[in-house]
């Protein structure tokens, strides 16, 4: 299984700016599926994004054109960049891997979009 940490959340106001890193255990080149997922409170765990190994992305329409998916490979590390941030972004946000058969779970980081 893949250990993956995420940072980068926290308290920002309406319209703001955030990144998101996700940093993981082992080589990400041969990662065919990793994923940012959120789940504010009261609600089921979404997708956000995604990006598989051959660097295709794809996007949860509330979020397009406003946040980007991105992975650095010499850093085993994932990215979500958000902008023009919204209060029904307030989630905690959680990176995935899948690699063959085994599902992996970042701890989650806290987003909060408020004035």
């Known amino acids: 299984q893949v250990r993956l940490v995420e940072s980068g959340g926290g308290l920002v106001q309406p319209g703001g700016s955030l990144r998101l890193s996700c940093a993981a255990s082992?080589?990400?080149?041969?990662?065919?599926?990793m994923g940012w997922y959120r789940q504010a409170p009261g609600k089921e765990r979404e997708l956000v994004a995604t990006?598989?190994?051959?660097?295709?992305?794809n996007y949860a329409d509330s979020v397009k054109g406003r946040f980007t998916i991105s992975r650095d490979i010499s850093k085993n590390t994932l990215y979500l960049q958000m902008n023009s941030l919204k209060p029904d972004d307030t989630a905690v946000y959680y990176c995935?891997?899948?690699?063959?058969?085994?599902?992996?779970w970042g701890q989650g980081t806290q987003v909060t979009v408020s004035s």
């Open positions: 990006i598989s190994g051959a660097g295709t992305t």
């Open positions: 995935r891997t899948d690699t063959g058969s085994i599902r992996s």
């Open positions: 082992a080589n990400i080149f041969s990662i065919n599926y």
